[in-house]
């Protein structure tokens, strides 16, 4: 079945890095945009930006530009997002979802905590 | 940027009644040159992510059962469900696929009375 899983939970320091991937099943990676959107506790839904596995082109949101970064590895239909000097306030949930405008499916969520 | 506004916050509807969802949309999203409506609905049960529900504003996703609909205009829309059932108690969200950067309303929570 089409599905995308994400890796497991992360705990960062105050201003590391953190890497989430989402790896691709059921259908051809390279066909469909994978988006990034994370969720904070108790929160509403912040979409952080789209990439197209076949070109590599991306589209972040202005919030995260210039710490935010969507790469993909087209052989193992894996996409990666990267997050950088992270705070506290990014202590959320962080999801990829497959789509060019609506979303689905969505990954399980990557649990990112970010503590000093 | 394209804000979402949904009412109410939250709403607790009886087992087997009606139970309406609004969103309102800062500026249009229904693109005249193809007259669709760049607006999804998303079901959010407590410890699971999104699943997409209508998109299209009102084009039912594959697998979603028919008690669920979507209606609406270029800026104000409707997530209906025609008969609650216990299974539907989630958090309901709109968003926008109009434009970038993608935007969602800030959430129904929908309860049973």
């Known amino acids: 079945q089409v599905q995308v899983v994400q890796s497991g939970a992360e705990v960062k320091k105050i201003g590391a890095s953190v890497k989430v991937s989402c790896k691709a099943s059921g259908y051809t990676f390279t066909s469909y945009d994978i988006n990034w959107v994370r969720q904070a506790a108790g929160q509403g839904l912040e979409w952080m930006g789209w990439m197209n596995p076949s070109s590599g082109y991306t589209g972040y949101a202005q919030k995260f530009q210039g710490r935010i970064t969507m790469t993909r590895d087209t052989s193992i239909s894996t996409a990666y997002l990267e997050l950088s000097s992270l705070t506290s306030e990014d202590t959320a949930i962080y999801y990829c979802a497959r789509g060019e405008g609506w979303f689905g499916p969505w990954g399980q969520g990557t649990l990112v905590t970010v503590s000093s | ?113």
């Open chain 2, 1 to 113: 940027d394209i804000v979402m506004t949904q009412s109410p916050d939250s709403l607790a509807v009886s087992l087997g009644e009606r139970a309406t969802i609004n969103c309102k949309s800062s500026q249009n999203v229904l693109n005249s040159s193809n007259n669709k409506k760049y607006l999804a609905w998303y079901q959010q049960k407590p410890g699971q992510p999104p699943k997409v529900l209508i998109y299209w504003a009102s084009t039912r996703e594959s697998g979603v059962p028919d008690r669920f609909s979507g209606s609406g205009s270029g800026t104000e829309f409707t997530l209906t469900i025609s008969s609650l059932q216990a299974e539907d108690v989630a958090v309901y969200y709109c968003q926008q696929y109009y434009t970038t950067p993608v935007t969602f309303g800030q959430g129904t929570k929908l309860e049973i009375k």
